[in-house]
């Protein structure tokens, strides 16, 4: 959190203009939307939509629900017994509780890439065309072609084109998420979930994944978790403020940045309280 | 951290030493089992120098040393010893050992023309050498410089009438018996059912059978004729003299003339009997070739059953199972199942595996068979397929446990990376999850394989025998018969060790045959364990 113990000034953050692109405005759209682990509340009444083929950032002191947010919107806290959850999250118009919808076919329109990057025991190829082959494509030629493509828009290409079928655990912990990235992007989903995919980076590798977002992002929607303010700045069109579960602000980045309407935003972007 | 400011050793240190104490005890014991065995096995096949001994009350003993321990009764401050001899010659003596008090014996001597004699039956001998009749009449004295070259060379061609007559009468007579009995059984069907065409055709077969055997006796009977064979003449301690037939001969040997050299081929001859051929005069001799066979046959089926099961359970019971208190109870059971005494697992296995399973399946597949061979079972009885299962069965809860372990230890985040990929569970688990679990599965069956293979009681049971006629693995179909008793290795030590009308000559052989059992796991082990490293390699990274 070093970040929040030097704070930079508001004032110092270079923020993007919002591109504005065509697409659907509330491409995902959450509506008082609350979680439960047990008996404990995560979320209360998030209400917020993300266009489509924008960068949305989640940004917010520790614990206050950003991952949980981020992992109902491809379903992974499914995964978590005895959870519950009220409102409602659609996806260009459905809703991913749609008895009718496999969370199968749901996950693979969303990626995820985790903070802590986790490739398969396998080789560096396997582990990019995973997603592939899980849907049963046996074509060599095309698994070869996503995962070049995959690895070149992941920045990784060059690194590892000779060494495709060496095990992926022995790459660098930066070139281990950047795997993870392109077996995200593998099999082009619609949406891209970064959970705080730099928080184990160096400068270089960070600076990398930001490029890659700015590139991706003419193809998916992205929505990214980070504690680097900076980071926030750089690669997001929107930005949505978390604290103790709520939702405290939603706006575009500049608005966020240069003028936020709430206090408790501008306190935390400015490094007052974490 | 120490509140004592005049003492250096941390608090517990004494709990190190005594933990440290109980390490080495616990190694002590195992080396000094080990080294029991190694010692006692490895011996057996030894040659060493035959002494002839003097006895005060007349006696003259040839014999090879076996054992010195102290007398019964002797005081402890000056004990007196006695010896045991192995004499052989166990149609005269009536015993091939032969105890004596080591104060009685008056002198030792060495001489160059004792020798020793392995023989197909009675056991080996000590004798010196009279004279040789050779196969083509001539005799030849021992003092005769001739002697030794020609004794070794009819000794060979012995072994060679020997093995052909084995040829003849064990194996191609063995055939034409197993051919016969299947005739006979369809004959009896054809006849029950009124088959002229069958019963005429079954009939002939069994003429041509009756012809091949009775030729069969008849060559045997040529070869040893032609044969001629040579006899050994010698006279034992005594002086009574004993004639062998060089047939008999299946290892001669100048204890007493032999260099290191000469004691170094022996042993491995020797070594090398045990190993490849098969046992002879009651399990007392010969080799264990069909008990290793059957060892590892069982121990490799055993780890093929309880493999599958115990994977498919653990992932059901971790995967899919809905915890609760019921997979609790059901998790208990299982754990307890490793506590059960195995021989509970060979009761159950006689029960449900051979009448009930086996019986069924003879009763569905085997009708003819029962019918009309005398109600012969064929899978309801003791067999290898049996033995396995019931095995299997015991080192379930050792694969269960370590595979559930072994999932439980694959990291989240790998779980996690799969499924949001938009991979089924079932895909998760057969391409993430049971890779990386490998390795701790295969400790399981490691665990599973060194249990099993040293397991005698069930087996007991459920289709060991003393003596397996055949071995289950063979060049006539189905090559693989599961339905075959077989002879096995811890079996074999006991069968030795307690039920041998001859302890004192199984005694050797009970080290022998525990240093190899102990060999063989020692070697599953080892290639699992190799296995399992490969498997390793492949999943460890080399940075982080
Ligand atoms: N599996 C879980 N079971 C129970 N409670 C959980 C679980 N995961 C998270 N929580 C709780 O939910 C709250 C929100 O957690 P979450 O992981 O979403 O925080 P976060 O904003 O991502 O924090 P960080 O920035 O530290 O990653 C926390 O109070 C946490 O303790
Ligand atoms: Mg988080």
């Not at chain 1, 959190?1 to 504005?20: D, F, G």
């Amino acid at each position: 959190m070093s970040q929040l113990m030097n704070p930079p000034s508001s004032s110092r953050i270079k923020v993007r203009p919002a591109t504005e692109r065509e697409g659907r405005k509330d491409y995902i759209s959450i509506r008082d939307y609350g979680f439960w682990y047990g008996q404990k509340k995560a979320l209360d009444a998030i209400s917020l939509d993300i266009p489509e083929r924008q960068v949305v950032a989640f940004i917010g002191p520790s614990g206050c629900g950003k991952s949980t947010l981020l992992r109902n919107l491809n379903r992974m806290n499914d995964l978590v017994d005895d959870v519950r959850h009220e409102g409602e999250i659609t996806i260009n118009g459905r809703s991913i509780y749609d008895p009718g919808l496999e969370v199968i076919s749901l996950r693979r329109r969303v990626g995820m890439v985790f903070q802590k990057s986790n490739p398969f025991p396998k080789s560096i190829f396997e582990n990019v065309v995973y997603a592939l082959r899980v849907v049963g494509v046996r074509d060599r030629a095309v698994l070869e072609e996503a995962c070049e493509t995959s690895l070149r828009k992941s920045a990784l290409w060059d690194e590892v084109k000779d060494r495709l079928d060496d095990s992926a655990l022995g790459l660098s912990g930066g070139q281990m998420q950047r795997l993870c990235i392109a077996r995200a992007i593998a099999n082009r989903p619609e949406i891209l979930l970064m959970d705080e995919p730099c928080s184990a980076l160096d400068p270089i590798a960070t600076g990398k994944i930001e490029e890659l977002i700015h590139e991706l992002k003419d193809q998916f929607t992205i929505v990214i978790v980070t504690h680097s303010m900076q980071q926030a700045a750089r690669v997001s069109d929107r930005t949505a403020f978390f604290y103790l579960g709520k939702q405290i602000e939603y706006d575009t980045t500049e608005k966020i940045f240069m003028n936020p309407s709430q206090a408790q935003t501008e306190a935390y972007i400015s490094g007052r309280f974490g | 951290m120490a509140t004592s400011s005049d003492s250096n050793t941390p608090r517990g240190e004494a709990w190190v030493w005594f933990s440290g104490l109980g390490l080495i005890v616990g190694l002590g014991m195992v080396i000094g089992l080990l080294s029991l065995v190694v010692l006692n096995g490895i011996t057996v096949f030894w040659a060493p120098p035959v002494p002839v001994a003097n006895v005060d009350d007349g006696r003259t003993i040839i014999g090879q040393l076996a054992q010195r321990r102290v007398r019964a009764g002797s005081p402890a401050s000056e004990p007196r010893f006695e010896l045991q001899y192995q004499v052989g010659l166990r149609e005269l003596n009536g015993n091939s050992y032969l105890w004596v008090d080591e104060a009685k014996i008056k002198s030792e001597s060495f001489p160059a023309d004792v020798l020793g004699l392995e023989r197909v039956e009675n056991g080996p001998a000590f004798v010196r050498p009279q004279s040789l009749r050779k196969s083509d009449g001539k005799l030849i004295l021992v003092a005769d410089p001739a002697f030794e070259v020609a004794f070794q060379a009819e000794v060979n061609s012995a072994a060679i009438i020997r093995e052909k007559l084995i040829e003849i009468t064990r194996r191609r007579i063995g055939d034409v018996n197993g051919e016969m009995d299947k005739a006979r059984v369809a004959l009896r069907r054809a006849e029950d059912l009124k088959l002229a065409g069958e019963i005429a055709a079954l009939r002939r077969q069994i003429t041509g059978l009756e012809e091949r055997f009775a030729s069969l006796q008849a060559e045997a009977k040529t070869v040893v004729d032609r044969g001629a064979i040579a006899s050994l003449v010698s006279c034992d301690a005594s002086g009574r003299e004993v004639v062998v037939p060089l047939i008999q001969v299946i290892r001669a040997w100048f204890p007493n003339r032999l260099d290191t050299w000469g004691r170094v081929k022996l042993f491995v001859s020797r070594l090398g009997e045990f190993i490849f051929d098969e046992p002879r005069e009651a399990n007392t001799e010969g080799g264990l070739m069909p008990a290793i066979f059957g060892t590892l046959v069982m121990t490799v089926f055993m780890s093929l059953m309880v493999t599958p099961f115990g994977v498919i359970t653990a992932i059901y019971l971790r995967e899919y199972a809905q915890q609760g208190p019921v997979l609790r109870i059901v998790r208990i059971s299982v754990n307890n199942l490793a506590g059960v005494p195995s021989i509970v697992f060979g009761v159950f296995g006689l029960g449900f595996f051979v009448y009930v399973l086996g019986g069924s399946i003879d009763q569905l597949f085997f009708a003819d068979q029962l019918k009309y061979n005398n109600n012969t079972p064929v899978f309801g009885t003791g067999g290898l397929l049996w033995c396995s299962l019931t095995l299997a069965l015991m080192t379930l809860p050792v694969v269960i446990v370590a595979t559930e372990e072994a999932l439980a230890a694959v990291p989240r985040g790998m779980r996690e990376a799969s499924l949001a990929t938009g991979a089924s569970k079932w895909q998760t688990i057969r391409e993430i999850l049971l890779p990386a679990s490998a390795p701790g599965i295969l400790t399981g069956v490691i665990l599973a394989m060194a249990r099993g293979a040293g397991e005698v009681a069930p087996l007991m049971l459920v289709g060991v025998v003393k003596l397996a006629p055949t071995l289950p693995l063979d060049g006539t179909a189905p090559f693989l018969h599961m339905d075959r008793k077989f002879m096995h290795l811890g079996f074999h030590v006991y069968d030795l060790g307690f039920q041998s009308p001859d302890s004192d000559a199984a005694r050797p052989m009970v080290f022998a045959t525990t240093l190899l059992l102990i060999v063989l796991v020692v070697c599953l082990n080892i290639g699992a364990i190799w296995i399992r490293n490969r498997l390793r390699a492949r999943f460890k990274g080399a940075s982080f």
